[in-house]
């Protein structure tokens, strides 16, 4: 239990009357609390003079919100640079923190 779970569970035995505030600050705790992103396998198909080619690629998504995790730069490139996608330590699309401990991702 980190810190912030520690101070919500504080705050739920205080705040039994006004419930919308104590579920306010829930969201909040929770989305500060990291995740960790998961991998999706990706298979694409395209059309050339020499035929039709399947690639197999990955994606990373937040477990939030199952957005796209890239970087500023990555959006514009085919590629998602996994370096600085590490960097990312919030969700740019709901603002979770991320884990990215255990190379798992």
Known sequence: MNKYENALEYMSCICEEDYKQFEILKELVERATPVKPFKEQMLDTYDSDNGSHTFE?????????????????DRYDCWINPTKLKELKFCPNCGQALDWSDEQC
């Open 57 to 73: 690629y990955e994606n990373v998504k937040c477990d939030k919100c199952n957005a796209l995790l890239t970087t500023e730069n």
